[in-house]
């Protein structure tokens, strides 16, 4: 055969699984230590449920190349850690110049977006809203809902995940906090550092700039 | 700025569009003559609306790069031709080693593939089935149900799309047939000829051959 089979895969919204996929990850509180402010409530967490999945992602990966697509759903339970949303660990793609669009199935969720440079964005994301999340953000998910957060994503198979830039500068600028009126409040996070210009020009140095 | 700006886009499932994009085309029932086989039909339906929208796709393509993605929403009107359903005219990508994403939000509809070589499949989608179009596969929609088929589509922004193809050689391998139980049918196109080895590897040639 000279071309790869067409794959058919079954997203099932209530579960927040992709059927017929090849990949399957979990990350357990127990995972997501150091990630919220609050230590002493994320213990109260840990005391009753380190082990239970607090967010999953199935995915299809047909290739490597730079042009082809990986896709998946991911699907992150609601709660919180005292005032804090739960929310995904969050990265920037190895590649620093690689998209990724998430569409989001069910649940209400906010797409916490952080610019090398410090700039924060914070997009609402409901069923059928989408995010273009452009090259060279930091982002992750934040469920702010009562219930699952569910949404399908697709990026470049050669995109890669680095998971360290956000504890090198202590956390993600603000954190994502009930607002005691049945909404949210981003607040500054005092361990944030900024990024030095060198770092920044390292990040985007990379990639070609984008107006 | 040194970034661009996140995107958020508004996915209507119930109009077919994609709300907040940058891109807008349709296609009216007089842009599709010469697809489909029964000819008195067409023109029947070229009587009644030549003007009227049959398909229409809204997107946002926020750059030309390889890694970056174009995203967006098809709306196709139900309907039969005679005994052939609705279809989009098709298209294998510019860059023939780029994929597609289709995610159906609703209706019911068939993704026909065509490979170079002559292969043909038939992938069904129902509401949250998605279809990974890999890379060298000419494709096409079909609205096989009796309601607007929507599907939501990402593929690499530098694709490209050849609509050519089908046209060179008499149309796609099968027609998408009513098969008069309330289900499909898939007939041969008898005007449809074989491409050459030598167009076959004119097409696969430029990309990397996948397993």
New interface residues.
Partial sequence: ?????????????ATGF?VNGDGHYRKTYRDLAGLYADAEAFAAILAEKADDVAYEVTS?T??E?????I?GVTRMEPGKVGREFFLTRGHIHA?G?????Y?T?SGRGI?Q?E???G?V?L???GP??????????IHRSVNIGSQDLVM?F???A??GQDYGIIERSGGMRVRVMDNGKGGYVAEENPAWRERSPAD?EAI?GGG????
Same sequence: chains 1, 2.
């Fill in positions: 055969m000279r071309v790869a089979e067409p794959r058919r895969c079954d997203v099932s919204v992709l299809y047909p290739g190349k730079t042009s082809d697509l896709m590649k110049d690689r998209p990724e669009i569409h199935l797409m977006l610019s090398p440079g700039e964005r997009v609402e994301m059928q809203q989408v995010c273009y999340v452009p090259p060279f953000w399908f697709a990026y470049p050669d995109s920044v985007l070609e700039m984008v107006a």
